[in-house]
């Protein structure tokens, strides 16, 4: 649309130029046709008198001799003469004599002739739509009037010169304008039309964002020279989007990404937030930025649980121009009330007015509440430290006496201080059997408070299982025997050799065969040990009574036992398969149990061949 | 041509500057074309006149009064031949001699019947000129007689049945002729083909000529003046077997001049001839040592009328034009070279015409056809 009117209005421009040169050829070619003209009229009057006194005594001499026919000869010859349309002779009376065209003397028979003697007279009237000029004169004979001829001469020569000489003004012109308006047209496309079109599109492209577009321009006139200057100005503006983009990526990503609200509102009474980041929209409990901003149209009343903390911050803000750190309390979306952190600062237009306040806002909820716990933790932990190492002083404490009272005993019942009467002998026993379970409940503790304590640290040495189920089966062959129960040893002969502390791995065989043996009345106990995969599978099997569901997820926790009736009746701290599964836990294996009730249990654990660390508990 | 007008302008220096004797003279106007195209002809005619006023001065004059004659140039034109007129009217003679062509005679009778001069003209054969008013006579037949025998010598004596007619329409004689010859020879069973126009000044005949011959007719009628010479001349040289036919305005020498003496064959009719073995006739010719191949009837016709006026002054008063005309109007029988002469009502005498024949260029004395 503006190249066709870029277009149009150079031709328009060609156009009025070649209007203007006709004005300006016409205004000075005008006088000189009408001169040319004038001239023509001229010589036409000029042989229309010729031919008149050529053949005036012809004329007369027939008029005056009343010769028609002479004179229509003289008239007819007259005729001959190219242009003369007509001639035609009256009397002095006015009608007509003899014309050559009676229609066309009939009809300016009429017209008023006032000639004067001897001369001629030569005027221009139409006729039929042809332009006549008319040669009038008197025909004296001896001093009277015999009558007036007219010699009719048709323009119409003269008017086809003229208008053939204007037709080839106008087609000249004409012809000028358009090969002028071609050449121009074609220049004009050529060298800025199609130029300028490249650039538009090249232009439209940068404003579809194409930052970058390039045109090629054929020539390096004025507009080759815009285009390179077009080229540089795309290149450098591309370069400045996409450092401009990469800016506003980071910001973007920072705004984004950042854990902290980052916000901007409005500085009047009520406030209402015009951007917030998803960070901020996520601590005041939003889906989304847009929602926030959307819903909060009241800061103050909206948002602060006490209104005049919000006063305090406009009006630091007004005083200070910013403030940091500024706490206070929030309802969030849901109405759960959130401890804040707020920085903000204030943004002035150019005249000092405050357009909004900026500023970042940080939930401290949970680490106030985190402080708080770390507090209570510290506390709780030091507490426990202090127990542990007070049962484990204890334990010590208690167990060099409770020695000393088993080896007395011990020595007293062997006889080494002479004969103990029966009696006594009984009675020294239980001290006996009690002081060891003590002395076996006092060491559970020791060792569960060392764990707990984080004091137990094994001894990570190669071992062989074949010894260690040999030690076991050792210790408790006899308790075995007691009960007439039959103890069987499965071990596969190509195990690995092991890496672990050797005389805890023991200590949790033993607890497990030791509690299948004391909760057996009949039947089995099997131990079986496999390894696959680098870890020894190792199950303690009973014909026991079994264990209840409940049992089963309760039975490692520390000071349980399955039936409580029957601990009283079968001894023990309830604390070794706690401490079982502490162990096997530091060796980085598992403990579990299958049983049914009534029908026997199967406790099976798991450890890896070779344990470089220690793990950590928990 | 350049001698007959040195001639003409001797005669005239004569009659004028002639010394007078005894009574005062009588002036005679003598209207011919000095100047243009009928001058050469209208020379014999003059002549003619010349010869009879010499006659009469030599032998006393009229009355023992001398003829003045005033020659007045018609300069061949109707209006040179009215300003002629006014001229003899201003010079207040008498009476006028002439003219020769009926154009000119037209227009000089006006003048002179307005006017009151009688007036006879030589040869002007056209009806109208004596038509024009009682003061007007002529010493010739006219034009309603002669226009008759011709077509009646056409389709008698030629046998023609087929006629082109050339006219001269800006002679009056010539128009007059040409209406009634085609007028009797259609009457008497012939069929005029073609009337071709033309006017006396033409130079160029070419397109009429080719029209005539092409039209094949029996005869070609060319009833004009001298220049009919040239017309039939170039006629016959475009290849007609036409035979030419004419009037008594072939009787001159400018005729045969212009082409006449060239024709193989052709007639015409005449007023006059010197061959006519008449006592009058044989005794001018010797007289005037007229050549009879001279085909010249001008010159009797123009003694005749000088004479014929004389003898009418004779009998009235030299000084009343209207007692010489009413002497003209009663002059009986008498006796011109050209035949009797008798005046009807009109003005006309009743005369026969004389036929001839040209051959290989000569005219011939053929027949006299009585009215």
């Given at each position: 649309?503006?190249?066709?009117?870029?277009?149009?209005?150079?031709?328009?421009?060609?156009?009025?130029?070649?209007?203007?040169?006709?004005?300006?050829?016409?205004?000075?070619?005008?006088?000189?046709?009408?001169?040319?003209?004038?001239?023509?009229?001229?010589?036409?009057?000029?042989?229309?008198?010729?031919?008149?006194?050529?053949?005036?005594?012809?004329?007369?001499?027939?008029?005056?001799?009343?010769?028609?026919?002479?004179?229509?000869?003289?008239?007819?010859?007259?005729?001959?003469?190219?242009?003369?349309?007509?001639?035609?002779?009256?009397?002095?009376?006015?009608?007509?004599?003899?014309?050559?065209?009676?229609?066309?003397?009939?009809?300016?028979?009429?017209?008023?002739?006032?000639?004067?003697?001897?001369?001629?007279?030569?005027?221009?009237?139409?006729?039929?739509?042809?332009?006549?000029?008319?040669?009038?004169?008197?025909?004296?004979?001896?001093?009277?009037?015999?009558?007036?001829?007219?010699?009719?001469?048709?323009?119409?020569?003269?008017?086809?010169?003229?208008?053939?000489?204007?037709?080839?003004?106008?087609?000249?012109?004409?012809?000028?304008?358009?090969?002028?308006?071609?050449?121009?047209?074609?220049?004009?496309?050529?060298?800025?039309?199609?130029?300028?079109?490249?650039?538009?599109?090249a232009i439209?492209k940068i404003?579809?964002?194409y930052l970058g577009e390039t045109v090629?321009?054929?020539?390096?006139?004025?507009?080759?020279?815009?285009g390179?200057a077009f080229n540089e100005m795309s290149v450098k503006l591309n370069e400045?989007q996409?450092?401009?983009?990469?800016?506003?990526?980071?910001?973007?990503?920072?705004?984004?990404?950042?854990?902290?609200?980052?916000?901007?509102?409005?500085?009047?009474?009520?406030?209402?937030?015009?951007?917030?980041?998803?960070?901020?929209?996520?601590?005041?409990?939003?889906?989304?930025?847009?929602?926030?901003?959307?819903?909060?149209?009241?800061?103050?009343?909206?948002?602060?649980?006490?209104?005049?903390?919000?006063?305090?911050?406009?009006?630091?803000?007004?005083?200070?121009?910013?403030?940091?750190?500024?706490?206070?309390?929030?309802?969030?979306?849901?109405?759960?009330?959130?401890?804040?952190?707020?920085?903000?600062?204030?943004?002035?237009?150019?005249?000092?007015?405050?357009?909004?306040?900026?500023?970042?806002?940080?939930?401290?909820?949970?680490?106030?509440?985190?402080?708080?716990?770390?507090?209570?933790?510290?506390?709780?932990?030091?507490?426990?430290?202090?127990?542990?190492?007070?049962?484990?002083?204890?334990?010590?404490?208690?167990?060099?006496?409770?020695?000393?009272?088993?080896?007395?005993?011990?020595?007293?019942?062997?006889?080494?201080?002479?004969?103990?009467?029966?009696?006594?002998?009984?009675?020294?026993?239980?001290?006996?059997?009690?002081?060891?379970?003590?002395?076996?409940?006092?060491?559970?503790?020791?060792?569960?408070?060392?764990?707990?304590?984080?004091?137990?640290?094994?001894?990570?040495?190669?071992?062989?299982?074949?010894?260690?189920?040999?030690?076991?089966?050792?210790?408790?062959?006899?308790?075995?025997?007691?009960?007439?129960?039959?103890?069987?040893?499965?071990?596969?002969?190509?195990?690995?050799?092991?890496?672990?502390?050797?005389?805890?791995?023991?200590?949790?065989?033993?607890?497990?065969?030791?509690?299948?043996?004391?909760?057996?009345?009949?039947?089995?106990?099997?131990?079986?040990?496999?390894?696959?995969?680098?870890?020894?599978?190792?199950?303690?099997?009973?014909?026991?009574?079994?264990?209840?569901?409940?049992?089963?997820?309760?039975?490692?926790?520390?000071?349980?036992?399955?039936?409580?009736?029957?601990?009283?009746?079968?001894?023990?701290?309830?604390?070794?398969?706690?401490?079982?599964?502490?162990?096997?836990?530091?060796?980085?294996?598992?403990?579990?149990?299958?049983?049914?009730?009534?029908?026997?249990?199967?406790?099976?654990?798991?450890?890896?061949?070779?344990?470089?660390?220690?793990?950590?508990?928990? | 041509?350049?001698?007959?007008?040195?001639?003409?302008?001797?005669?005239?220096?004569?009659?004028?500057?002639?010394?007078?004797?005894?009574?005062?003279?009588?002036?005679?106007?003598?209207?011919?074309?000095?100047?243009?195209?009928?001058?050469?002809?209208?020379?014999?005619?003059?002549?003619?006149?010349?010869?009879?006023?010499?006659?009469?001065?030599?032998?006393?004059?009229?009355?023992?009064?001398?003829?003045?004659?005033?020659?007045?140039?018609?300069?061949?034109?109707?209006?040179?031949?009215?300003?002629?007129?006014?001229?003899?009217?201003?010079?207040?003679?008498?009476?006028?001699?002439?003219?020769?062509?009926?154009?000119?005679?037209?227009?000089?009778?006006?003048?002179?019947?307005?006017?009151?001069?009688?007036?006879?003209?030589?040869?002007?054969?056209?009806?109208?000129?004596?038509?024009?008013?009682?003061?007007?006579?002529?010493?010739?037949?006219?034009?309603?007689?002669?226009?008759?025998?011709?077509?009646?010598?056409?389709?008698?004596?030629?046998?023609?049945?087929?006629?082109?007619?050339?006219?001269?329409?800006?002679?009056?004689?010539?128009?007059?002729?040409?209406?009634?010859?085609?007028?009797?020879?259609?009457?008497?069973?012939?069929?005029?083909?073609?009337?071709?126009?033309?006017?006396?000044?033409?130079?160029?005949?070419?397109?009429?000529?080719?029209?005539?011959?092409?039209?094949?007719?029996?005869?070609?009628?060319?009833?004009?003046?001298?220049?009919?010479?040239?017309?039939?001349?170039?006629?016959?040289?475009?290849?007609?077997?036409?035979?030419?036919?004419?009037?008594?305005?072939?009787?001159?020498?400018?005729?045969?001049?212009?082409?006449?003496?060239?024709?193989?064959?052709?007639?015409?009719?005449?007023?006059?001839?010197?061959?006519?073995?008449?006592?009058?006739?044989?005794?001018?010719?010797?007289?005037?040592?007229?050549?009879?191949?001279?085909?010249?009837?001008?010159?009797?016709?123009?003694?005749?009328?000088?004479?014929?006026?004389?003898?009418?002054?004779?009998?009235?008063?030299?000084?009343?034009?209207?007692?010489?005309?009413?002497?003209?109007?009663?002059?009986?029988?008498?006796?011109?070279?050209?035949?009797?002469?008798?005046?009807?009502?009109?003005?006309?005498?009743?005369?026969?015409?004389?036929?001839?024949?040209?051959?290989?260029?000569?005219?011939?004395?053929?027949?006299?056809?009585?009215?």
């Amino acid at each position: 649309m503006k190249i066709r009117s870029l277009r149009f209005k150079i031709n328009v421009a060609i156009f009025i130029t070649c209007l203007v040169i006709a004005i300006i050829f016409g205004t000075i070619l005008y006088p000189f046709e009408i001169r040319r003209h004038d001239s023509h009229v001229k010589k036409i009057e000029l042989l229309l008198d010729t031919i008149f006194q050529q053949k005036y005594e012809d004329i007369a001499n027939e008029i005056f001799a009343g010769q028609k026919r002479a004179l229509a000869l003289t008239l007819k010859d007259m005729l001959k003469v190219e242009g003369i349309a007509a001639i035609s002779i009256y009397m002095p009376d006015g009608k007509l004599f003899l014309s050559t065209d009676t229609v066309l003397s009939k009809y300016f028979e009429k017209q008023s002739r006032n000639l004067s003697a001897n001369s001629a007279s030569f005027v221009t009237q139409s006729y039929q739509g042809k332009s006549l000029g008319i040669y009038s004169r008197e025909i004296m004979v001896i001093g009277q009037k015999i009558g007036d001829i007219d010699i009719y001469y048709d323009f119409q020569e003269l008017i086809k010169e003229t208008r053939l000489s204007v037709t080839i003004f106008f087609t000249l012109l004409l012809t000028t304008l358009i090969l002028m308006s071609a050449l121009l047209n074609f220049m004009l496309s050529r060298f800025v039309i199609r130029p300028v079109s490249l650039l538009r599109k090249a232009i439209n492209k940068i404003q579809d964002g194409y930052l970058g577009e390039t045109v090629a321009l054929p020539f390096e006139d004025e507009i080759g020279k815009m285009g390179l200057a077009f080229n540089e100005m795309s290149v450098k503006l591309n370069e400045g989007q996409v450092a401009l983009k990469k800016a506003e990526e980071n910001y973007r990503s920072i705004f984004e990404n950042a854990t902290v609200g980052i916000y901007r509102s409005t500085p009047d009474a009520k406030g209402q937030l015009l951007t917030v980041n998803p960070a901020f929209a996520q601590i005041m409990g939003y889906a989304s930025p847009d929602e926030v901003v959307k819903n909060i149209t009241d800061i103050k009343s909206q948002c602060y649980v006490n209104a005049s903390d919000r006063d305090r911050l406009q009006q630091l803000l007004r005083d200070q121009g910013a403030v940091q750190g500024f706490e206070a309390q929030l309802y969030r979306k849901n109405g759960e009330i959130i401890d804040v952190s707020m920085s903000a600062r204030v943004i002035r237009n150019e005249s000092n007015q405050i357009l909004y306040y900026e500023g970042i806002l940080e939930n401290i909820t949970e680490k106030k509440q985190a402080s708080q716990f770390r507090i209570e933790k510290e506390a709780a932990e030091a507490a426990a430290q202090t127990k542990s190492e007070f049962l484990a002083n204890m334990s010590h404490e208690i167990r060099t006496p409770l020695n000393a009272i088993l080896g007395y005993t011990e020595l007293v019942l062997d006889g080494i201080y002479g004969d103990v009467p029966e009696n006594i002998q009984e009675v020294l026993q239980r001290v006996a059997k009690n002081g060891h379970h003590l002395l076996g409940l006092i060491n559970d503790v020791l060792d569960l408070s060392k764990i707990e304590a984080g004091q137990l640290v094994l001894s990570l040495n190669d071992y062989s299982m074949q010894e260690v189920v040999q030690t076991v089966f050792t210790a408790v062959e006899s308790l075995a025997a007691e009960k007439n129960l039959e103890l069987k040893v499965s071990v596969s002969s190509e195990l690995d050799s092991g890496k672990g502390d050797e005389q805890r791995i023991v200590q949790v065989l033993l607890n497990l065969v030791g509690n299948a043996i004391k909760f057996t009345e009949a039947g089995e106990v099997r131990l079986e040990v496999k390894d696959s995969n680098g870890t020894f599978l190792v199950s303690v099997s009973d014909t026991g009574p079994g264990l209840s569901e409940v049992d089963k997820q309760r039975i490692f926790e520390e000071f349980h036992q399955a039936d409580s009736s029957r601990t009283r009746k079968k001894g023990g701290t309830g604390l070794g398969l706690s401490i079982a599964k502490r162990i096997v836990e530091m060796h980085g294996g598992r403990i579990w149990v299958e049983s049914d009730l009534g029908k026997g249990s199967t406790f099976w654990f798991t450890i890896p061949v070779r344990v470089d660390r220690q793990t950590e508990q928990k | 041509m350049k001698e007959s007008r040195f001639t003409l302008f001797f005669l005239f220096i004569f009659f004028i500057v002639a010394p007078v004797h005894g009574e005062a003279p009588i002036d005679i106007a003598a209207i011919y074309a000095l100047t243009g195209a009928a001058a050469e002809a209208n020379a014999y005619a003059l002549r003619g006149v010349g010869y009879a006023v010499d006659e009469i001065n030599r032998q006393g004059g009229i009355l023992g009064r001398r003829i003045n004659l005033l020659v007045f140039d018609n300069q061949s034109t109707p209006i040179g031949s009215t300003v002629a007129a006014k001229q003899a009217a201003a010079a207040n003679v008498v009476a006028i001699v002439g003219p020769d062509w009926s154009s000119h005679s037209i227009a000089v009778a006006r003048v002179a019947q307005e006017v009151g001069i009688p007036m006879i003209s030589s040869l002007s054969t056209n009806p109208a000129v004596t038509r024009i008013g009682n003061y007007i006579f002529r010493v010739c037949f006219t034009d309603d007689f002669q226009g008759k025998v011709l077509a009646r010598f056409a389709r008698q004596d030629l046998d023609a049945t087929t006629a082109v007619i050339f006219v001269d329409v800006t002679s009056d004689y010539s128009l007059k002729l040409s209406e009634i010859f085609q007028r009797n020879f259609e009457k008497w069973g012939g069929r005029v083909l073609l009337e071709l126009e033309y006017k006396l000044k033409q130079q160029q005949f070419d397109e009429e000529i080719k029209r005539a011959v092409k039209a094949n007719a029996d005869v070609i009628f060319i009833p004009g003046h001298d220049e009919s010479g040239m017309i039939a001349k170039q006629t016959q040289d475009a290849g007609t077997s036409s035979i030419f036919l004419g009037g008594d305005g072939w009787s001159t020498p400018v005729f045969l001049r212009k082409g006449g003496s060239e024709l193989k064959r052709g007639f015409y009719s005449t007023h006059w001839s010197g061959y006519l073995d008449t006592d009058r006739s044989r005794e001018f010719v010797k007289k005037y040592n007229i050549h009879p191949k001279g085909a010249d009837d001008n010159i009797a016709l123009g003694y005749d009328a000088m004479m014929l006026l004389a003898e009418a002054i004779t009998r009235s008063n030299p000084t009343d034009r209207k007692k010489i005309r009413d002497a003209i109007a009663t002059t009986r029988s008498f006796k011109g070279i050209t035949g009797t002469i008798d005046f009807n009502d009109n003005g006309d005498p009743i005369k026969s015409a004389v036929f001839m024949e040209i051959r290989n260029g000569e005219p011939r004395y053929l027949k006299t056809l009585e009215p």
